[in-house]
C-alpha cells in the first residue's frame, strides 16, 4: 500500500468536511498540477493518506483512505486533470504541525519539508510511521 499527504485550507475543504462526508467520501477535485495529476494516477483502491490544513494551521489533522481511482475532474474544463475520491479513517489525537515535522531529523527529505507547494504527494513508510506516531497513532 502506497501513503499520500492531501493538502487543503480548512476554509476550501476541512477535516470537519470530510469526517461529515462519511462513508460515501468526496472527490478530491482542483489539482493543476502535472506532478500532482500523476500521483492522482498512481494511487489505488485502500491507499491511505494524511490529510493537511495548508495555509490555515499548517498541520497533518486527519487520515484518509481512497474510495474511488483516478477518473476526470468535472471542473477542469480543459479534460486534462482528473481526481480520486477519498473518505476520512481516523482523526489523529494531536494534530502534527510543520513545526513539529521541519524539527523532526528523520522527516528532513519529507516532500512536504522540500517541496510544500505540491498539493499532492507520496509519503514514504517511514515518514508515515513517524508522523503516525506524532500525532498519537
Do not use: C
Request: glycine share 8%; charged share 20%; no cysteine.
Amino acid at each position: 500500500m502506497a501513503h499520500w499527504l492531501y493538502k487543503s485550507e480548512p476554509s476550501t475543504w476541512s477535516w470537519e468536511q470530510q469526517v461529515a462526508a462519511g462513508e460515501a467520501g468526496t472527490f478530491w477535485n482542483g489539482v493543476r498540477n502535472h506532478l500532482a495529476k500523476q500521483h492522482l494516477q498512481a494511487m489505488r483502491l485502500h491507499d491511505q493518506g494524511f490529510f493537511y490544513h495548508s495555509n490555515e494551521g499548517k498541520a497533518v489533522v486527519g487520515i484518509v483512505e481512497v474510495i474511488r481511482t483516478y477518473y476526470p475532474d468535472h471542473t477542469d474544463p480543459s479534460g486534462r486533470f482528473g481526481m480520486v475520491d477519498v473518505k476520512a479513517v481516523a482523526a489523529l489525537p494531536r494534530p502534527v504541525t510543520l513545526e513539529a515535522i521541519k524539527a523532526e531529523p528523520r522527516l528532513k527529505d519529507m516532500i512536504l519539508v522540500t517541496n510544500s507547494r505540491l498539493s499532492v504527494q507520496p509519503v514514504t513508510d517511514e515518514e508515515w510511521a513517524i508522523v503516525r506516531a506524532m500525532g498519537g497513532l
